[in-house]
């Protein structure tokens, strides 16, 4: 839909995080741009400035990530903030650019070094991209024109240079693919798209070096159409994944897109965490094997969350199957929501779903709490660019009227069918959706809300609410649509297979999963000493700022004083103690302290 087509309503959760990304994330990122030297890596290859090289070989994409947001902001709001610094920004790269289109600090600036030469490890095209995203959103936005001639000539340049008669040529994390569809859809020039497809189809051929990790860990491990489990790094697998499905939407070719279905059961279906966090293990950033999903070594990086978001949007879009949709909101109210302070302005890099207590430290393989930046500063501008744009992902429409696969109270324009949603989802279950103009609307249906009811005034039903699918409607103007979702808590246990949770359950409300925080304990007991009775009502309680909070009945035992023990059949004594359950996202806002989502069975 058209960026101005979707207003999310300022009090609701999404716009809520909306209106926090443009008043501390974004402004945060762009501070620590020039804090990291990353804008300075620029301004030294122009003589502004004296120096190396600073960061990783990919820190020009942290320019470019923050730049897409504050493209997408400037769409959502109209605001001027940043006009000063796009224009300085697109001074700084027409300067550093050379004629052919080449643009990488990190090349260009460290001797001896030449473009497209150790594509293994270097990013170029991964940089390259980014610049590219940030280029189209500043373009859709009616912005400074000029990003966008400065991709298109590195764009021309990768056609150039990776052509057909050039060999194997790919880079080592793939985000150029979706990148170049992107700029084609954006353009309509062919040969972005074309570019995008040889990237593709090059892959898992074993062209790159395997180095430490393996052909998975670059996605060379096998072709796009045999790659059918989720393995390797996990960010540049679902990179991959959204860019071979851009490929399919424009293509029609049918073999990828069966490819993508298999691959998604495998990522979603085996190796995902109840938070929609993606990558179990820290050694390479990657997925493990099924079920390999302990909750205290979670690595569940955030940019894979976003990966993964980004990934089942392509999957809606190309199947309109609800199942996408309602991964896509797993992600947005766990994984993605908890990586960021409530101020926007403190980031997780890994997202654990327990934390020990007496842990120490933290970092972005093992943290306790939330830090400003990160070394390596992939996921700060990545949260921006997502969440400027977020509304986008929202609904979708086509000839015949709107479709809401997120429930949020906002305005939506389809044609000649506009639709205003008032709801306080997810806290509440109760969801207004009112007509101007007429048309058919579908309204997705979460596969948790068993008994979900639906009242319709001057339309008519279509297709029956049934949990997992969308209810269909058509409606004439004026016509009102209410959907009555059961939000009852529920426990919900993993698969038998996932060893390190077993005989341990997990709370949800909603779509919005639990955990139980040290700082809600009381003095004297620790979090490893508790166990949940699963017999006892869950009562909810609504704070101050609407959150709703869960109090559970709860078993606290002595710990055990030797590491191994004989084993007695007898259940475990222990005092019976309420605890208040919080939401997974809002852990870790009252300072560093153990936590878990999964509560073993008392």
């Not at 609904?395 to 109270?409: I, K």
């Amino acid at each position: 839909m058209p960026l101005d087509a979707v207003r999310l309503d300022a009090e609701s959760l999404l716009g809520r995080r909306q209106e926090v990304n443009a008043a501390g994330t974004i402004p945060h990122c762009v501070d620590n741009l020039g804090r990291t030297g990353v804008i300075a890596n620029f301004q030294r290859l122009v003589g502004d400035v004296p120096g190396e090289f600073r960061g990783f070989w990919f820190a020009d994409s942290d320019l470019y990530k923050t730049l897409e947001a504050i493209g997408w902001e400037m769409a959502r709001t109209g605001t001027d903030r940043w006009d000063g610094l796009l224009s300085e920004v697109a001074d700084l790269l027409e300067q550093v650019q050379t004629p052919n289109g080449y643009l990488n600090t990190r090349v260009q600036g460290t001797p001896g070094e030449e473009p497209f030469k150790h594509l293994e490890y270097s990013h170029e095209l991964y940089c390259a991209g980014h610049l590219i995203q940030a280029a189209v959103a500043i373009h859709r936005g009616g912005r400074d024109p000029r990003f966008l001639a400065i991709a298109r000539r590195f764009a021309d340049l990768i056609v150039r240079t990776f052509d057909p008669g050039t060999g194997p040529l790919l880079d080592g994390h793939p985000e150029v693919e979706t990148a170049l569809i992107e700029l084609y859809r954006e353009t309509g020039e062919e040969s972005y798209l074309r570019s995008a497809e040889l990237q593709i189809e090059r892959r898992g051929h074993r062209v790159l070096p395997a180095g430490h990790f393996g052909s998975q860990y670059a996605q060379d491990h096998l072709p796009v159409r045999a790659a059918t489990e989720a393995i390797g790094h996990s960010v540049r697998q679902l990179y991959l994944a959204a860019g071979v499905t851009d490929l399919h939407l424009e293509t029609g070719d049918e073999t990828l897109l069966h490819a993508m279905e298999q691959l998604w059961d495998s990522a979603f279906g085996t190796k995902m965490y109840i938070t929609g966090g993606h990558g179990s293990r820290h050694r390479d950033e990657a997925y493990g094997d099924p079920f390999e999903l302990p909750p205290d070594r979670a690595y569940a990086e955030t940019c894979a969350s976003i990966a993964a978001l980004q990934w089942c949007w392509r999957m809606l879009l190309a199947t309109g199957q609800a199942r996408y949709a309602e991964e896509m909101e797993r992600a947005l109210h766990n994984a993605i929501a908890a990586s960021t302070s409530h101020d926007g302005t403190a980031f997780f890099y890994s997202n654990p779903l327990q934390l020990r207590t007496g842990h120490d430290g933290s970092h972005e393989d093992s943290p306790s709490e939330r830090l400003p930046w990160y070394d390596c500063a992939c996921c700060p501008p990545n949260l921006a660019r997502l969440l400027a744009s977020l509304h986008g992902y929202t609904a979708t429409s086509d000839g015949s009227g709107l479709q809401l696969h997120l429930l949020t109270a906002g305005s939506f324009e389809a044609g000649p069918l506009t639709a205003v949603v008032e709801t306080d989802y997810p806290w509440r279950g109760d969801v207004l959706v009112t007509i101007a103009g007429h048309g058919d609307l579908a309204v997705r249906i979460p596969s948790w809300a068993e008994g979900a009811t639906v009242a319709v005034t001057a339309a008519e039903v279509l297709a029956e609410p049934a949990p997992g699918e969308y209810l269909r409607v058509s409606c004439q103007d004026g016509a009102t649509v209410r959907l009555t979702l059961p939000m009852t808590p529920r426990l919900v246990r993993a698969d038998r297979r996932t060893d390190a949770v077993r005989g341990c359950v997990a709370i949800q409300r909603g779509p919005i999963v639990y955990c139980v925080e040290q700082a809600d304990l009381p003095d004297g007991v620790v979090i490893e000493q508790l166990s949940l009775d699963p017999s006892a009502a869950i009562v909810e309680e609504v704070a101050p700022d609407g959150v709703v909070r869960l109090r559970l009945s709860a078993v606290v035992s002595a710990l055990d004083q030797t590491l191994y023990q004989p084993y007695q059949a007898a259940s475990p004594t222990g005092t019976a103690l309420t605890v208040t359950a919080i939401p997974y996202y809002t852990w870790a806002n009252r300072g560093p302290g153990a936590m878990r989502v999964w509560l073993p069975l008392a």
